[in-house]
């Protein structure tokens, strides 16, 4: 959300006083915007292995994903079930700005999600979902695009 105010003030915006969290599982293919994401009330290595299993349905016979992840407990557990179809790549520690849907997090919190009050856990499920549809391919491609991640298929 933006907001006009004089230059060297300090804009008033909403806080929230209650926490309640939604967690978005996310994966972008940054050359289409083709994506397929997932909310869940908590993360952990369970709710990732449904996630995982999601991705890897959406994906066609020949296609392979290579997810791009941090180094979260539930990306690496010795619990977590890969589907054949998918490789998960872990970045190094405090890499942030490797992973492409990091940018995405952002920029769903500055479009949709900041500077606002949620009157329940339903109103902030109904935020995220009506977040979530906003974003075209168009937009997933721009916000997630990074020159590492693409390639030319000849």
Known sequence: MRVWAPRGSRPTAVK???YESVYLYAAVEPATGVSV???APEVNTATMNVYLRMVSAELGPKEHAVLIMDG????????????????ILILP??????????RLWAYLR?????????????????AGTQAWQQLTPEI??????CDYATHEVA
């Open 16 to 18: 929230q006083t209650r």
């Open 72 to 87: 979260a407990g539930w990306h690496k557990s010795s619990k977590l079930m890969v589907p054949e179809n998918i490789t």
């Open 110 to 126: 500055s479009h949709y999600l900041a500077n606002r009050v949620y009157d329940d856990y339903q109103h902030l499920l109904d």
């Open 37 to 39: 994401a997932l909310q």
């Open 93 to 102: 520690p405090y890499s942030p700005e490797l992973n492409p849907i990091k």
């Open 140 to 145: 997933l491609s721009s916000v997630c695009a």
